[in-house]
């Protein structure tokens, strides 16, 4: 079963930032935080992971609470090309991945 | 980052036919691969481990002799649905694990009908 809960859709207007919220209150000390996303009838598409620092990449950044229970995903000026299907993941380095049923994110022009 | 490619994108079989599905990763030797399979509106479900030259890792629920899956090279892993009928009918996917993550082939939608 997934570990992580996220609200089922959201909405953001193009070019704001879009915050993307994910519960992990069971997440274990050792456990990576991972988000992917799936754009539709395509594989999932890696964006962004880390484990108590925030990240940040050239496609989003990562902010997790001090107490490693949620994180928020941000894409700090999303596009049309941002709508998909974003799935928030804890694990264990190399354990397997377990898709949840992720936020659906819809992009309004 | 690492290329994984799929084979075919989509295919049409009939009922009671078997189809081959090949994963492969382009720029990366991969000792592990996994599939995966997902429904319309529903999220992935992991199906198997693909282990090179060993037996596949199969998840609970998943039939091993329906679903075959052959990893014998290191860049190369294949799955083969069996006797297909409509209820397999979905979107079939493949990942490579990379350090930071897995990294995903296209998928394939197979139509049994």
């Known amino acids: 079963d997934a570990k992580t809960t996220q609200p089922p859709s959201m909405d953001c207007a193009e070019g704001r930032a879009a915050n993307l919220p994910c519960n992990h209150s069971t997440i274990s000390g050792n456990e990576y935080v991972y988000w992917y996303r799936q754009i539709h009838s395509q594989g999932p598409q890696y964006i962004i992971h880390g484990l108590k620092n925030n990240e940040t990449n050239e496609m989003a950044s990562l902010i997790i609470t001090e107490d490693r229970k949620s994180s928020t995903l941000i894409l700090p000026h999303a596009t049309l090309r941002d709508t998909a299907v974003y799935y928030c993941i804890v694990r264990v380095e190399d354990d397997k991945i377990i898709f949840g049923k992720g936020t659906r994110l819809h992009i309004l022009p | 980052g690492a290329v994984v490619s799929q084979h075919p994108s989509r295919v049409i079989c009939k009922s009671g036919t078997s189809v081959k599905i090949e994963c492969r990763s382009l720029?990366?030797?991969?000792?592990?691969m996994f599939w995966y399979r997902q429904f319309p509106k529903q999220s992935l479900m992991l199906m198997a481990t693909s282990n090179e030259g060993s037996k596949a890792t199969y998840e609970q629920g998943v039939e091993k002799d329906k679903f075959l899956i052959n990893h014998a090279s290191l860049t190369l892993s294949t799955l083969t649905v069996t006797s297909a009928h409509p209820e397999d009918s979905s979107f079939y996917i493949c990942?490579?694990?990379?350090?930071?993550?897995?990294?995903f082939g296209s998928g394939t939608r197979l139509t049994v009908v």
């Open positions: 990942s490579v694990d990379r350090a930071y993550g897995y990294t």
């Open positions: 720029d990366f030797q991969a000792t592990t």
